[in-house]
């Protein structure tokens, strides 16, 4: 198809380059811009590539012709080398061309269901990383994170409603793991004490209303 196109058009329209690269590992990705005419693409480039290399690797894989290319570079923000805890430098920036195209480009519509990309997944392991370097930006602040201030998430609001059910005596607790056996004289000494517990309680309750009882009668006589 390429060479199709390359022998219908007469070749490009500047002259091509004679380097020659044996296995690449460049990488290189078009950014999608919906703000730019169509006749203008953007690539994510190696810092080490030039104008030159755009030019020649958009003609030589696609047979897409380009009369103009711009590139520039954008910093990254000054970071810590380790975990944090080491001294200070900054990133090696990314490199970005765009090329004006002879022929134009549009990009398809963008599918409205994302469900075959797991972006449900995406998503959630995006909010986990944003929370964590949050978390790492407030400890290096000296701000320690307390669970008691931060904003109730859904696991901790049912775990509360749970445990205000118990409380409450609305719920039983229903242990739905079966322990080792080494561990069953403690659970029988366990329910021992509490039977022996709720009878001395029940005693107590039962002479309390007796003594109330008779307390009553000597005042009617």
Same mark, same amino acid.
């Given at each position: 198809?390429?060479?199709?196109?390359?022998?219908?058009?007469?070749?490009?329209?500047?002259?091509?380059?004679?380097?020659?690269?044996?296995?690449?590992?460049?990488?290189?990705?078009?950014?999608?811009?919906?703000?730019?005419?169509?006749?203008?693409?953007?690539?994510?480039?190696?810092?080490?590539?030039?104008?030159?290399?755009?030019?020649?690797?958009?003609?030589?894989?696609?047979?897409?012709?380009?009369?103009?290319?711009?590139?520039?570079?954008?910093?990254?923000?000054?970071?810590?080398?380790?975990?944090?805890?080491?001294?200070?430098?900054?990133?090696?920036?990314?490199?970005?061309?765009?090329?004006?195209?002879?022929?134009?480009?549009?990009?398809?519509?963008?599918?409205?269901?994302?469900?075959?990309?797991?972006?449900?997944?995406?998503?959630?392991?995006?909010?986990?990383?944003?929370?964590?370097?949050?978390?790492?930006?407030?400890?290096?602040?000296?701000?320690?994170?307390?669970?008691?201030?931060?904003?109730?998430?859904?696991?901790?609001?049912?775990?509360?409603?749970?445990?205000?059910?118990?409380?409450?005596?609305?719920?039983?607790?229903?242990?739905?793991?079966?322990?080792?056996?080494?561990?069953?004289?403690?659970?029988?000494?366990? %329910? +021992?004490? $509490?039977? *022996? !517990?709720? &009878? /001395?309680? %029940? +005693?107590? $309750?039962? *002479? !309390?209303? &007796? /003594?109330? %009882? +008779?307390? $009553?009668?000597?005042?009617?006589?």
């Amino acid at each position: 198809m390429v060479r199709t196109l390359i022998k219908n058009t007469g070749g490009p329209s500047f002259k091509l380059g004679r380097k020659r690269v044996f296995f690449p590992e460049h990488v290189i990705t078009f950014i999608r811009t919906d703000k730019q005419p169509p006749n203008w693409a953007t690539f994510h480039v190696p810092l080490r590539w030039n104008k030159f290399d755009l030019r020649d690797y958009l003609w030589n894989l696609y047979g897409v012709d380009s009369v103009n290319v711009r590139s520039w570079l954008k910093q990254k923000p000054v970071s810590r080398k380790g975990s944090g805890a080491g001294s200070y430098y900054r990133p090696l920036p990314d490199k970005y061309m765009t090329a004006e195209l002879t022929t134009p480009f549009v990009w398809p519509e963008p599918p409205s269901d994302l469900e075959p990309w797991s972006n449900q997944l995406w998503e959630t392991r995006e909010e986990i990383r944003e929370q964590q370097e949050t978390m790492q930006t407030e400890r290096s602040r000296g701000n320690l994170p307390y669970p008691s201030k931060q904003p109730m998430d859904a696991q901790r609001r049912f775990l509360r409603d749970e445990a205000e059910a118990l409380l409450k005596g609305e719920k039983k607790w229903e242990g739905h793991l079966e322990l080792d056996s080494k561990w069953d004289y403690l659970v029988k000494d366990a %329910k +021992a004490a $509490k039977a *022996a !517990r709720e &009878a /001395e309680e %029940k +005693a107590k $309750k039962g *002479a !309390r209303k &007796a /003594e109330a %009882k +008779a307390a $009553k009668e000597k005042s009617t006589r």
